[in-house]
T-cell receptor
Framework: QQPVQSPQAVILREGEDAVINCSSS?????VHWYRQKHGEAPVFLMI?????EQKGHEKISASFNEKKQQSSLYLTASQLSYSGTYFC????????????FGKGTKLTVNP | DTEVTQTPKHLVMGMTNKKSLKCEQH?????MYWYKQKAKKPPELMFV???????INESVPSRFSPECPNSSLLNLHLHALQPEDSALYLC??????????????FGSGTRLTVV
């Protein structure tokens, strides 16, 4: 079942903060976050695991509320390079072999 | 090498043609994926190979046929496609291990147009 992302789109000025939310009606083992720029491949940002562990390799943060099956991605002091479409991918089976992606949140950062 | 390489980058094919998409990675990842992405939509899972065995087939029409010749290569064979199959086809890989979860590395995709 496809997770629900909100908002659908957000426009920021450089330096402003944004929060992108992802919620699922199913119990989740993990939530992945990816960013895709126009005409490019999705790029991995972060994994949040059941039990609270986080794995990522960029200067972003995220949370995972297991009781509510919700995850939030926090983008602080946004830069122009943050522009793109952010997708959450949820794994309700374990092993992260079957990710279902949300519809995406389009983030635009203006100077 | 931290990349997934897909070829060709663009492909135009007729509805009676047979073509193949190729994907290669040398990161030692043992899971490889095919996703289909339409414009302004999220990627949709088509197939998953885990340790060179097909582990997930998301009820994809038989005109799409995946193949995993070895742990580094993944092919998608196309035959008798329809115009609605036009899309960006993304390959991805990850490193599944018991008790561990890893992010996916995506290739830049093949943009397919069926005429």
């Amino acid at each position: 079942q496809q997770p629900v992302q909100s908002p659908q789109a957000v426009i920021l000025r450089e330096g402003e903060d944004a929060v992108i939310n992802c919620s699922s009606s199913k119990a989740l083992y993990s939530v992945h976050w990816y960013r895709q720029k126009h005409g490019e491949a999705p790029v991995f940002l972060m994994i949040l695991l059941k039990g609270g562990e986080q794995k990522g390799h960029e200067k972003i943060s995220a949370s995972f509320n297991e009781k509510k099956q919700q995850s939030s991605l926090y983008l602080t002091a946004s830069q122009l390079s943050y522009s793109g479409t952010y997708f959450c991918g949820t794994d309700s089976q374990g092993g992260s072999e079957k990710l279902v992606f949300g519809k995406g949140t389009k983030l635009t950062v203006n100077p | 090498d931290t990349e997934v390489t897909q070829t060709p980058k663009h492909l135009v094919m007729g509805m009676t043609n047979k073509k193949s998409l190729k994907c290669e990675q040398h990161m030692g990842h043992r899971a490889m994926y095919w996703y289909k992405q339409k414009a302004k939509k999220p990627p949709e899972l088509m197939f998953v190979y885990s340790y060179e065995k097909l582990s997930i087939n998301e009820s994809v029409p038989s005109r799409f046929s995946p193949e995993c010749p070895n742990s580094s290569l993944l092919n998608l064979h196309l035959h008798a496609l329809q115009p609605e199959d036009s899309a960006l086809y993304l390959c991805a890989s990850s490193h599944p291990q018991a008790g561990q979860v890893y992010g996916y590395t995506f290739g830049s995709g093949t943009r397919l147009t069926v005429v």
